[in-house]
């Protein structure tokens, strides 16, 4: 990766060049390469490095016991996976973190990591990231214990409008990931996608959802 792609990430825009030279140099900073259904780290796997989604997305998702999943967490270009974990007393990944498209992580040793907490600006990006670690865990509890399926459904709907820039959307997930996602049976999600769609607050086209009157 050049400098430029390196300075173009928020987390290290004011970084010193020379030390990012170093830090590709003795591969302190690299790049991955993922393909599309692969488990970057599994449930219980150390945390080692600080990642960066270059591009591509990843979900991160919770196995019990019994086989079903739960996801948790999705991430997308820019976002930062691991800044939570990485100086905490159990450093071990909660969750499974799968690729659902492709994808291109930036990792950080945390040797690397530990010098660049000396630069303020990359301080402040990465105690943002810490806050929207704990912002999105405190959507999800509110997810399970206080809204309704539906409601649940419209917020991830404008969210993705929201992030698409697009009254139109196309699920980044598929709607089996969706039901997880929510904690809920297939069944129980397609009832209630049904329920919009009838109701004319959605339009649905197999992955493609449209917000109406949006």
Known sequence: MKIDELKSIPLLTEVDNDILLLFLGTRQIYETNY??????????DGCVTLDIVISGSLVGYSLSPNGSETGMFEFFKGNIIGANLMFGDSNTYPLNIYCLTDCKLLHLTKAAVLELLKNYGFVMQYIKSLSQ???GMNLKIAMFTQKSLRENILDYLLAQTAQQQSATITLPITKKQLADYFGVQRPSLFRELKKLSDEKIISIDNRKITINNH
Request: proline letters at 0%.
């Open 35 to 44: 393909t599309k259904s692969s488990t970057v780290y599994g449930q219980s």
């Open 133 to 135: 670690n704990a912002q």
